[in-house]
Each structure stands twice: as C-alpha cells, then as structure tokens.
C-alpha cells in the first residue's frame, strides 16, 4: 500500500469518530499496537528534539524500504507517532521524502493538539523525513 492509501485509510477511521474525545481514545488505542522499538535504541541520539514528551524512533532499511519503529513516554504522543508510523514505515525513501500530509489538517489532528505537542508533531514528520533523506544518500 503506498503512503496516499494509508493516509486516506486514516481520514476515513478518524472520520468514524462523531468527537474529538473518541477520536483521542482512537489515538491512545493506535500507541498501544505501535510495534515497540527495541530498548538498545532508547537513546538520546534516537530522541526527537522538539517535542515536549520523550520520543524515540529508530529507522533501518531493508530492500530499498524504511522500517520505523518508536516508543513515547505519553498515551496521546504515543498515539500521534503511531499513526505517522503506520504512514511512512514499509515505503521508500524516495516516497517518504515526497511525501505529503496533508491527511494530519484533513482529521483535524494539529488543531486539537496543544501548541508544544502540534511542534512535536512537526519534530516527528522532520525526523521521519531526515531519516528517509539519509537512506536516500546510502543509495545513490
């Protein structure tokens, strides 16, 4: 599945929830299946910077795809990492570098989060998408 279908499969679930309270239930719900990120990887060099929870995230590459995986000391951070996890692990580089997302304005997520965790959110896209930019290098 490419990142737009994965993205639209994520409009149409939160579009389910009648309010943000089952929305952020949703969320929570979503960080607990996050595939855990192996605790050799809790490291301050696997830290995004810019968020007000700790969140780690650790990126390798195996046939030309990125596979993510990450952990947060918050439910909800938990929940919104998860979701961009869902998005970008399993593609290319490539696509994750050119990758829109548009889909986070779509279900509302970055207006219904505080403004230190909506720069958060921002942190974790810029991590994704640096890690992807690194891979991209190891490839040409």
């Known amino acids: 599945m490419n990142i737009q279908d994965i993205q639209n499969e994520i409009i149409e679930e939160f579009a389910m929830f009648d309010d943000w309270e089952e929305r ?5 719900d979503l960080g607990k299946t996050l595939p855990k ?4 990887f809790k490291t301050d060099d696997n830290l995004i910077r810019g968020c007000q929870s700790k ?4 990126a390798s590459m195996d ?3 990125i596979d993510f995986t990450a952990d947060s000391d918050a439910i909800i951070t938990k929940g919104v990492i998860a979701i961009l996890i869902r998005v970008f692990t399993n593609q290319t580089p490539k696509d994750i570098m050119e990758a829109d997302t548009d889909f986070i304005d779509e279900i509302g997520l970055k207006e219904h989060l505080s403004p230190t965790r909506a720069n958060g959110l921002v942190s974790m896209i810029k991590q994704l998408k640096l890690y ?9």
């Open 132 to 140: 992807a930019i690194a891979y991209q290098t190891q490839l040409n």
């Open 24 to 28: 952020y239930q949703y969320m929570i």
């Open 55 to 58: 969140v780690w995230v650790h």
């Open 37 to 40: 990120i192996d605790e050799q």
């Open 63 to 65: 046939n030309n795809k």
